[in-house]
């Protein structure tokens, strides 16, 4: 996937809508780091540390957790983003992350952006997980009130 696709995905994400053109031609770069996978590989594993933050651009994942892996905590589409728990807490990854379908993912490295884009993006990963606690609160919601 060449640059002008990838940009033209980030778009229509929410997560990208707070930052600059130019800062997201930072944060991309010249040259995309744009990783292709294959049915049942990892994207993340649970356990590891690092500092980079994904969006799915093609394809389709799943999460699971070590101790069940048979049973999918969440499924992830085109446009969704995730690695925001270890951008913000520096924690090892919470959960694997596995390919459904032949998936394409843009990979940002947090740690090497510029301090005034980690601003931003902290900013925004906050606001992820504010979301992703909501939709918790309402599945749970429903499943109390079957």
């Given amino acids: 996937m060449d640059r002008e696709e990838v940009l033209h995905v980030l778009e229509g994400i929410r997560f990208f809508k707070e930052f600059t053109p130019e800062q997201i031609d930072t944060m991309i770069g010249d040259e995309p780091n744009v990783s292709e996978y294959g049915l049942a590989d990892f994207v993340v594993k649970q356990g590891e540390v690092d500092s980079r933050f994904y969006v799915l651009l093609k394809g389709a994942l799943y999460v699971t957790k070590d101790d069940l892996p048979d049973f999918v905590i969440n499924k992830l589409k085109q446009g969704m983003v995730f ?23 843009l990979v940002i490295d947090y740690e090497k952006l510029p301090e005034e884009i980690k601003d931003v993006f902290k900013a925004q990963c906050i606001g992820l997980l504010i979301n992703r606690i909501e939709d918790a609160n309402r599945q749970m919601l429903k499943l109390l009130v079957i």
């Fill in 83 to 105: 690695g925001e728990m270890g951008i913000l807490s520096k924690n090892p990854r919470s959960a694997n992350v596995i390919v459904y379908t032949d998936a394409t993912v």
